[in-house]
């Protein structure tokens, strides 16, 4: 088997020989041990005849655990300059291709079409760039993409608000998002010493596995989401108060948005952490004909 990338001397080698330069702008903070990096594809559970897609592959640390234990593994990296130095280190990975592309803008669906054709297990694992972590996870979710689940590292802040549960601190309407889309779990915590160079936030590791029906059955998806951001635009308003101050002509439907929560048995002085998933659903369905 060949050398780890993930030790801190070879890393060091590496980014020494092509004179690279760690831009923070692009959220570089790359993993140096091949114990964490192990422990996130574990989380994966990928077999021989699973594909990978990984974001942001960087000198190729992660790229090559998962090459090593999947079918094929296609990475999208946005920094020109890591393109030769990946062809060095992935050279000895067969099963390994680098498409140079942001991907929140590359064509995620024609990519899995085209490079995973007749595999029909494939997962998103990443250490993902700290600047569009929500960006990347939820353009993959709303994009309905043919994939079992995400595994991705991220700050360990936006870890806890994707998991939260309903009357905590951290739940809100990305928690609701994400939740929507799939199971969320925070499955590890990583130290801020296994990075180069050390990111200046903690980090946490999470399994997000796609759902095959949602949880709630709403009659529009869209205007769901819009009363569960517009519910939590100000955390320490009532539900009232945040539907009346921001969905379009709110003000003036007053006496819509109270009989709608009065329909969903939703009390117009409780605050939007305090509701399920299933209490939104309820809700955005009772408003819904008030708004259209
Ligand atoms: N996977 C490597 C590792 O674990 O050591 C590097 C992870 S580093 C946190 C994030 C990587 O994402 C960098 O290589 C960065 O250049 C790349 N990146 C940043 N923004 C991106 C984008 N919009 N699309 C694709 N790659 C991006």
Avoid: W
Wanted: proline letters at 5%; one cysteine or more; hydrophobic letters at 40%.
């Amino acid at each position: 088997m060949d050398k780890d990338i993930a030790t801190p001397i070879r890393t060091r080698t590496i980014l020494e020989k092509y004179g690279f330069s760690f831009k923070k702008s692009l959220g570089q903070n790359f993993l140096i041990d091949t114990n964490i990096l192990n422990r996130i594809v574990d989380h994966a559970h990928l077999t021989e005849s699973s594909g990978a897609i990984e974001i942001g592959p960087g000198i190729g640390a992660l790229t090559e655990q998962l090459a090593r234990r999947s079918k094929k593994v296609v990475a999208f990296e946005i920094d020109q300059r890591l393109l030769p130095i990946l062809a060095e280190t992935l050279a000895p990975y067969s099963n390994t291709k680098v498409i140079h592309q942001d991907v929140l803008k590359a064509d995620v669906a024609e990519v899995i079409q085209a490079e995973f054709e007749g595999m029909d297990d494939i997962m998103v694992v990443a250490n993902l760039p700290y600047y569009v972590t929500t960006p990347i996870i939820m353009k993959l979710l709303e994009e309905k993409l043919p994939i079992r689940g995400i595994v991705c590292m991220l700050q360990a802040e936006v870890a806890d608000r994707i998991s939260a549960k309903p009357g905590t601190k951290d739940y809100g309407s990305l928690s609701i998002a994400v939740q929507y889309y799939t199971e969320a779990e925070t499955v590890m915590n990583v130290p801020r010493t296994v990075f180069v160079p050390q990111p200046n936030v903690d980090s946490a590791v999470i399994r997000l596995t796609v759902r095959k029906e949602p949880p709630v059955k709403v009659k529009s998806e869209e205007f769901f989401f819009q009363v569960t951001k517009s519910s939590f635009a100000q955390r320490r308003k009532t539900i009232l108060n945040n539907l009346t101050s921001q969905l379009p002509g709110g003000k003036e439907k007053k006496e819509q948005i109270l009989a709608a929560l009065n329909e969903a048995n939703v009390d117009p002085g409780r605050r939007g952490e305090t509701l399920s998933i299933q209490e939104y659903a309820q809700l955005s369905d009772a408003l819904y004909p008030h708004f259209q």
